[in-house]
C-alpha cells in the first residue's frame, strides 16, 4: 500500500487564539506559528499542538463547547483518499474547505475515535 500520510499532529477549537496561545505559554510552550485563525505549539518529543479559532459558521457565532482535541493527518490527495475510502466501506465527510485554505474531511476509526484527513490549500 502507498504511503498516504504525510505527518500529523492533534488540534483544538479555540473561541480565542492570543488567550489560548497566553495559557500554553504558562505551560512553556511558544507558538511555532501563529495567524488570527490558527497556532500552532510544538511540544518537547516531537508532538504539534494546532489551536483553530472556533471563529463563525455561516455569519453566526458557533455556539457550545469546543468539540475537544482532534488527531489530524495530513494527505496529498485528500478527495483521492477520501473516494478510496468511501470505496471501501469507511464513512467521511464531504470535503470542505477551512478559513486558512486547507481541504478536510472527518471519520471515526472501528471504535469511534475521531480522525480528520487534511490537505493543505
Not at 512553556?28 to 489551536?51: C, D, I, N, W
Request: hydrophobic share 40%; aromatic share 6%; glycine share 10%.
Amino acid at each position: 500500500m502507498p504511503k498516504v500520510v504525510s505527518d500529523s499532529w492533534v488540534m483544538a477549537e479555540a473561541r480565542n487564539i492570543p488567550r489560548s496561545v497566553a495559557f500554553y505559554a504558562m505551560l512553556g510552550l511558544k507558538p511555532s506559528m501563529q495567524r488570527p485563525y490558527y497556532a500552532e505549539l510544538k511540544v518537547p518529543g516531537g508532538t504539534v499542538l494546532g489551536l483553530h479559532s472556533m471563529g463563525r459558521v455561516h455569519g453566526a457565532r458557533r455556539k457550545g463547547p469546543a468539540e475537544g482535541w482532534r488527531i489530524m493527518l495530513r494527505v496529498p490527495a485528500i478527495r483521492t483518499v477520501v473516494a478510496r475510502l468511501k470505496r471501501q466501506k469507511v464513512r467521511c465527510t464531504a470535503v470542505k474547505r477551512a478559513p486558512g485554505g486547507a481541504y478536510f474531511s472527518s471519520l471515526t476509526d472501528p471504535d469511534g475515535n475521531r480522525l480528520t484527513l487534511i490537505q493543505m490549500g
